[in-house]
């Protein structure tokens, strides 16, 4: 399955929620693959963007922490906006819905999760 790191990103409350849910055995050991493959990304998204925070910010004196300045907050989000566009392969075959028509999930977590089903 084919899909953004954006659209990994969006995944990872929905999939908290539904984690959380009572579902049949073999869906929660899917799911739970997933969930390790979509961590493993998300470390990754949030590794890059340390970087991209350690390469155009600059350290406050006071408290140590970075930021980044005004000047390069356009160059951080056009990075960071390219990072988030690339697409990777997620090894996770299409569930049914049926298995899930217990559940109660937002439209907007479905929205979120939506190539993660099929009909």
Do not use: C, W
């Amino acid at each position: 399955m084919n899909v953004t790191l954006a659209e990994i990103y969006d995944m990872k409350e929905p999939l908290s929620r539904l984690s959380k849910e009572p579902i049949k055995l073999r869906i929660a050991f899917k799911l739970n693959r997933l969930i390790k493959e979509v961590n493993n990304n998300l470390n990754m998204i949030e590794e890059e963007r340390v970087k991209l925070i350690q390469k155009l910010g600059i350290e406050d004196p006071e408290t140590g922490r970075l930021s980044v300045p005004d000047e390069n907050h356009k160059e951080f989000q056009d990075d960071y906006t390219e990072l988030m566009k690339e697409k990777i392969d997620l090894d996770f075959e299409p569930i049914n819905v049926e298995y899930f028509e217990n559940i109660k999930l937002t439209t907007q977590d479905m929205i979120r999760l939506s190539v993660l089903f099929e009909e």
